[in-house]
């Protein structure tokens, strides 16, 4: 949705779309600032995550979930809270969450514990069943290192197992997992796992604009990005279209670029 024309700017889909995906990142938003959020920025959101466990203790959680179910936006608990619930034995009382509070999507992930990564991608065959299953790969532990080939296999059997979306772990902080502790790009385990897995399959945590810009010139303005803040994501679609320096030539035709206000 755009307030007025301008030319050569990248045709971004409209919602529902499959790729081109913005998730943000509620932690703790009011039901007030959940609906300003969508006033201004709505269009531009395709999911909300309530991360890690902040759903336990939110007021006013069901209201807020409302709000943006309301506006079209699908809304899921972080995997954080599966994995809560997982170490103490309890799924069968998440799953009564879930439908509680009309949560359509789940986040399953590995990233707190350990999980058997077979044990793991029996869980999203069953939760796919009813659910539409978003799978988080990587950890949120430094002391842990996923080699590249095994990055690209838990995308790939995790995709198959019935994920509708991988998602490539960063944290909220963007130190760890995909990027380095400084928040630069692990760009050899990126690019192997492009080589290797559908590309509109995956969400890449990028919650630094550093991060947003990197994988926007790399992978074109269509590319799937996660743990966007709040307040971010006015900025991030005009990242995506080349209305911000960052991209402002990057979808320029050429002669435009040499463009010499002279």
């Known amino acids: 949705m755009m307030n007025y024309k301008m030319k050569h700017l990248p045709q971004r889909s409209e919602k529902p779309r499959i790729k081109g995906l913005s998730m943000v990142m509620d932690k703790g938003l009011s039901p007030r600032q959940a609906d300003d959020l969508i006033q201004v920025a709505g269009h531009l959101i395709d999911f909300v995550k309530l991360g890690f466990g902040t759903s336990a203790i939110s007021g006013k959680l069901e209201e807020k979930i409302a709000v943006y179910t309301d506006a079209g936006i699908d809304v899921y608990f972080g995997g954080t809270l599966f994995e809560a619930f997982l170490i103490r034995s309890s799924l069968d009382e998440y ?107 995956i969400i890449w945590e990028a919650p630094k604009k550093s991060q947003q810009v990197y994988f926007i010139k790399e992978f074109g303005f269509d590319v799937n990005l996660g743990n966007i803040s709040p307040d971010e994501v006015i900025a991030l679609e005009t990242l995506r279209i080349g209305l911000r320096g960052d991209t402002f030539f990057h979808f320029l035709p050429e002669e435009l670029k040499q463009f010499d206000q002279k």
């Not at 069953?126 to 690209?152: C, H, Q």
């Not at 502790?181 to 492009?194: H, M, Q, R, V, Y």
Request: net charge neutral.
């Open 95 to 201: 799953r009564k969450l879930l439908k509680k509070f009309k949560i359509h999507t789940v986040e399953i992930s590995d990233g707190s514990m350990d999980i058997d990564h077979d044990a793991k991608c029996d869980y999203i065959r069953t939760f796919a069943k009813d659910f539409y299953v978003l799978s988080e790969v990587g950890s949120k532990r430094a002391d842990v290192n996923i080699r590249p080939n095994e990055w690209v296999n838990q995308m790939n059997s995790e995709l198959e197992a019935g994920a509708a979306y991988v998602i490539g772990e960063a944290r909220e902080s963007g130190n760890i997992g995909i990027f380095n502790e400084s928040g630069t790009a692990k760009k050899n385990l990126i690019n192997k796992i492009i080589d290797s897995t559908p590309a509109d399959k």
